[in-house]
Nanobody, 124 residues
Framework: QVQLAESGGGLVQPGGSLRLSCAAS????????MAWFRQAPGKDREFVAV????????YYADSVKGRFTISRDSAKNTVYLQMNSLNAEDTAVYYC?????????????????WGQGTLVTVSS
């Protein structure tokens, strides 16, 4: 059974940083692109960032470009999201998933059932 376990969320002040982790178990995702998504209260889930299976290509939503960095450790079946210069608009539950493209970025289809996510709250 495939499981995606996100962690690293918490309460952070505006301008602060957090590093999220997503550990996958049940299968290897080393041959798949991995992405982060987020869902803010009352809003639909939205794409945040994606990294190719080779880790040599990344793509970010405009809202996080220059502030967030996605990376992966395929040997550990883990993907990370370093988030800097956080602001209130980044408050959301963050999820990861393996994805396949369905068109030009940011059009991706998630491959697995969603995990529980990790809550990021940016507030003073």
């Amino acid at each position: 059974q495939v499981q995606l376990a996100e962690s690293g969320g918490g309460l952070v002040q505006p301008g602060g940083s957090l590093r999220l982790s997503c550990a996958a178990s049940g299968r290897t995702f080393s041959n798949y692109a991995m992405a982060w998504f987020r869902q803010a209260p009352g809003k639909d889930r939205e794409f945040v960032a994606v990294i190719s299976w080779t880790a040599n290509s990344t793509y970010y939503a405009d809202s996080v470009k220059g502030r967030f960095t996605i990376s992966r450790d395929s040997a550990k079946n883990t993907v990370y999201l370093q988030m800097n210069s956080l602001n209130a608009e980044d408050t959301a539950v963050y999820y990861c998933n393996a994805v396949v493209p369905t068109g030009p970025p940011p059009n991706f289809k998630p491959l697995e059932a969603w995990g529980q996510g990790t809550l990021v709250t940016v507030s003073s």
